[in-house]
């Protein structure tokens, strides 16, 4: 597999905000997205061995697997080697590809309202539904997905300006939606990896 990096931080976004994870960044995507924030490109070949012991120098019992995109290269085996050391495992993906069932904990963020139909998720289900919000998609293009937990997140586009009227937009939209929760990009506003 390859590893773009691992480390341990605490969960920045959605529904296990604040919660301490160990991250196992995989390398590569199937999209480009335009306001992706993560240099994926990089990594080193690792075995599940070798991810299941760096995973098990911290403390954390949660284990976030991101990427990139993740289910190009996670595996069931890999999921129940992690589930023998007790971690719970947790998966970010775009959902274009199919994932293990084993996982504990799926956050599905697609990305087809901002590139071509090749992004559109195939994904059905998800314990939560993160979107990446503009401002200006319709987040009713998710109301199919069948989903615990719905996150509208604004994009920071690096404009101060636009954001701030991103984050209003969205801020009204949960108003007005209640079913939709508002997540921030916590890492980035308390500066932490």
């Not at 209640?178 to 500066?191: A, D, E, G, V």
């Amino acid at each position: 597999m390859r590893v773009n990096e691992i480390f341990y931080s605490l969960q920045g976004e959605g529904y296990h905000t604040g919660t301490a994870a160990v991250f196992v960044r995989f390398s590569d995507c199937n999209l480009q997205c335009p306001f992706c924030d993560t240099d994926h490109q990089t990594g080193v070949e690792m075995n599940e061995e070798e991810i299941v012991s760096k995973v098990g120098e911290y403390k954390a019992n949660m284990v976030v697997i991101t990427g990139g995109e993740p289910a190009l290269q996670i595996t069931e085996s890999l999921v129940d080697k992690l589930h023998q050391t007790g971690k719970f495992v947790t998966v970010e993906t775009n959902g274009t590809q199919p994932l293990p069932a084993n996982i504990d904990w799926v956050t599905l963020s697609p990305k087809n309202a901002y590139l071509d139909e090749n992004a559109q998720p195939i994904l059905t289900q998800a314990n939560e539904l993160k979107l990446v919000y503009d401002g200006e998609i319709s987040p009713e293009l998710y109301e199919n997905i069948k989903t615990d937990y719905r996150f509208l997140q604004p994009c920071d586009t690096g404009n101060e300006t636009r954001n701030r009227l991103i984050v209003e937009k969205a801020v009204a939209y949960c108003k007005k939606n209640p079913q939709w929760r508002l997540s921030l990009q916590t890492q980035k506003i308390i500066n932490i990896r």
